[in-house]
């Protein structure tokens, strides 16, 4: 009988992480995850995006931070394949506090490597590239061999995690692959990022709960796809015969201004009554543009995302409305408060 292939997740209950764990599970894996011992003290509302997963994942405790509590997961357990998707991953964020998104991502991708190439040099790996790694771009559409030009310590940082995972490839040998994702959304993203922001807020202010959205740059254009497809580009790096970097995008480019008019018009508003733009959520250095060219996902892994923007925007909307209607938005406004300054 064939054993299960035992894929451990950094990052499982994140919005990707989960879907991962879903697609994975779907696909006969064992799933292992590695969560921080602090959202074990806390499932209820930690565990959210897994917790109809949870009996049938294994979770383990252990920090980025530290290489000896990773180096005691991997030394247990013989890992086929491992997909590192933890990480600060909040680009204004990393403008309050660089050291801590630079020292998480970097040093966390580097002890996962180290300890992947100590004790399971055959293990797979997977690395979370970036499209802010593109930051002020060089040329449009943005595929592989696009230079980097970093706009942030996010994407610093993720230039520094994809480097890393190259040389691990180039000079050990091992199966190192990168992702260069572009965003990816859905009804399970966290409430600080602009899609989820807006969906929630728009949801509140339909429901009289919320009279304005205070936003940011709305002539901000990104490539914005769902998250569910993009797991799925993920796991199809690991299984091709060689390792190699592809960019994951749908090729389609919006304004968070569209955004804003699109979520508004699912609910029968105007979003010029509500929308208020607010300097405190520019970024000291902003990515104008970021649309991706997924040619080579497309031929060589067989990948397309299935989502349209309009059909992923209406499914949060949908989302966000229910549990708005449910009252259980509680949490959601308690979460936004906690990062009014940021998100
Ligand atoms: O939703 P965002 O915060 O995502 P951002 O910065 O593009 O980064 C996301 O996608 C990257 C690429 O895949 C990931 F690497 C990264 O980890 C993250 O998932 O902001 C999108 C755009 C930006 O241009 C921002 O300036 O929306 C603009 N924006 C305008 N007003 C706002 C707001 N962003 C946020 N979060 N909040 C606002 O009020």
């Known amino acids: 009988m064939n054993e299960k292939r035992k894929a451990l997740i950094t990052g499982i209950t994140g919005q990707d992480g989960s879907y991962l764990a879903e697609h994975l599970l779907s696909l006969g894996y064992e799933v292992h995850g590695l969560v921080r011992r602090v959202a074990l003290e806390d499932p209820g509302r930690r565990f959210d995006r897994i917790s109809h997963l949870l009996d049938r994942l294994h979770l383990h405790a252990a920090s980025l931070e530290s290489y000896p509590s990773l180096f005691h997961v991997i030394s247990r357990h013989e890992f086929d394949e491992c997909y590192h998707l933890a990480a600060q991953s909040f680009v204004a964020e990393s403008f309050a506090d660089g050291f801590s998104t630079l020292n998480t991502n970097i040093n966390g991708t580097h002890y996962m490597l180290a300890a992947l190439r100590e004790l399971r040099p055959r293990c797979r790996f997977y690395f979370a590239g970036s499209s802010e790694m593109f930051g002020k771009v060089r040329e449009t559409p943005q595929h592989e061999t696009t230079p980097f030009h970093p706009r942030s310590p996010y994407g610093i940082s993720k230039v520094a995690g994809f480097d890393l995972t190259r040389n691990y490839r180039e000079a050990y040998g091992m199966f190192c692959a990168s992702g260069i994702l572009f965003n990816h959304e859905g009804p399970r993203r966290g409430f600080e990022f602009v899609s989820r922001k807006v969906t929630s807020t728009v949801a509140r202010i339909k429901l009289g709960r919320a009279d304005e959205l205070r936003i940011g740059n709305l002539e901000a254009k990104r490539d914005w796809g769902h998250a ?76 397309q995302p299935r989502y349209t923007f309009e059909e992923m925007i209406r499914e949060m909307m949908q989302a966000d409305l229910q549990i708005a209607r449910q009252g259980s938005d509680t949490q959601i406004e308690q979460r936004c408060f906690d990062q009014r300054s940021v998100c």
């Open 228 to 303: 569910k497809d993009y797991v799925q580009a993920m796991h199809l790096m690991l299984q091709q015969p060689e390792p190699d970097d592809y960019v994951v995008a749908t090729g389609v480019t919006h304004t968070v201004r569209e955004l804003c008019e699109l979520a508004f018009a699912e609910v029968d508003l105007d979003w010029r009554e509500y929308v208020r733009v607010d300097e405190q959520f520019y970024r000291p250095a902003e990515v104008d543009l970021l649309v991706g060219d997924a040619t080579k996902a497309r031929k060589i892994l067989g990948w």
